[in-house]
């Protein structure tokens, strides 16, 4: 397997990260910054789009999101890999997002939602299924997108990659057929 080949590629669904060297320009730009301002999204809505990531992906034995600075590289990301339609699409998810959210919680504008209110948000659009009003579509479905790129960043971190994923720096030998517990210990390979 032609380990360049693979690099290229990465992740699989609608929120999959494609690795260019612009995209690696991206994500260590955004590991090095220490005071980052965002290129596309706000910075109003940036510090509720990290708090959203965080309770995708949050600090346990291993960094969370906005440790990772996935919020960083995510904003950075979209602007400029995505298309202006889905630029588009993906704003307008977002602030179908936001409107639901006060509604639910029942706030007047976006800086009074808690934690505990994106939570119950983001909760609701990941595990409902069925229809939706058409609002509330568009919020759904930037949750998912949302959380699939969260997960996808998250997946080629370099710090994951190196230290909770199985890494080789150097590929070695090829043995078809073997267990994963026995090779990596259960750890996915990182690429």
Do not use: H
């Amino acid at each position: 397997m032609d380990r360049r080949k693979v690099l290229k590629n990465i992740g699989s669904g609608i929120g999959a990260i494609t690795l260019t060297p612009s995209v690696v320009c991206i994500f260590q730009s955004c590991q090095t910054e220490v005071s980052y301002t965002p290129v596309f999204i706000s910075k109003d809505d940036f510090e509720m789009l990290s708090n959203i990531m965080e309770l995708i992906i949050p600090q346990t034995e291993i960094p969370g999101a906005k440790e990772l600075k996935l919020p960083e590289f995510l904003d950075a990301y979209v602007n400029a890999v995505f298309s202006s339609k889905r630029k588009l699409e993906f704003e307008e998810g977002f602030a179908a997002f936001k409107i639901r959210a006060i509604e639910l919680s029942e706030k007047e504008k976006v800086s009074q939602l808690s934690i505990k209110n994106l939570d119950a948000q983001l909760t609701k659009y990941l595990r409902f299924k069925g229809a939706l009003p058409k609002e509330e579509q568009l919020a759904a479905k930037f949750a998912n997108e949302l959380r699939d790129l969260t997960v996808n960043a998250f997946k080629t971190n370099e710090f994951i990659g190196e230290n909770v994923l199985a890494y080789s720096p150097i590929p070695g030998d090829y043995r078809g057929c073997v267990d994963l517990m026995e090779t990596t210990g259960g750890k996915a390979w990182s690429l």
